[in-house]
């Protein structure tokens, strides 16, 4: 997929904000805590079977001051925030963690690893796509590792993805996620594999269950 041009972030005060609300972070890890999830504009990996397509040009969002951003989430009771996408490694994301962190939350990232790092998070949910690959840096970062599983030969690319995780991270958990319309045909698999292999987790999209955001 094409690379965007992004207008003019000056070093990321401003960020093309597709949408901010408070919810239940349904996947992985951190499944079932309350979370403010910050969702950036923007993602040129392109997954066929991606639940938030509508975010990935980034042009139609607007960039937004973080001052803004923030002031969202410390209005809500949120102890921990989500920073989504699109991709938010897209863009300089140490402003705005800096000032999440002086309000005293706990930042949560979800990313392809596709692009530079950039931020300071207390956990770093790394879900890598076959289109772009994550760059090295992110294996050694990730807390988590969360494999969508659309088809059984993604059983192949998880492994690949743990084993670079591995001689690098000794702290990451690994999980595997049915893609969601594909739930019903490949979950009985993903549970066998489970089984079979107890180093891996199954990640389910609980907010999807719930009906929520
Ligand atoms: S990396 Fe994420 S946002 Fe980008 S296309 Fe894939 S699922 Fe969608």
Redesign the pocket.
């Known amino acids: 997929m094409e690379k965007r041009v992004y207008p003019s972030l000056e070093g990321g005060r401003l960020l093309p904000l597709v949408e901010s609300f408070y919810t239940i972070q349904g996947e992985g890890f951190h499944s079932g805590k309350a979370a403010f999830f910050i969702r950036l504009g923007g ?1 040129d ?3 066929s ?5 509508e ?2 040009n980034p042009d139609r969002f607007p960039p937004v001051e973080i001052e803004k951003i923030v002031a969202d989430a410390v209005a809500c009771e949120a102890k921990s925030i989500v920073i989504t ?3 938010p490694m897209n863009y300089p994301l140490d402003k705005l963690c800096l000032m999440l962190k002086g309000y005293g939350l706990e930042i949560f990232l979800e990313t ?1 690893g ?1 692009s530079p790092f950039s931020g300071c998070f207390d956990w770093i949910c790394l ?1 890598p ?1 076959r ?2 690959p994550p760059l090295e840096e992110f294996y050694a970062k990730a807390d988590e590792l969360k494999v969508i599983v659309e088809e059984p030969s993604d059983f192949e690319w998880a492994e690949k993805n743990r084993e670079a995780v591995l001689k690098v991270n000794e702290k990451c958990l690994f999980y595997l996620q049915p893609e969601w319309s594909r739930m019903k045909q490949i979950s009985p698999a993903i549970v066998e594999y489970v089984k079979k292999h107890p180093e891996w987790n199954v990640s389910v999209q609980a907010h999807k269950f719930l009906r929520i955001p």
């Open positions: 993602c990996v392109g997954c079977w991606c639940d938030s397509k975010s990935w996408g699109g991709e392809s596709s879900s796509k289109k772009k």
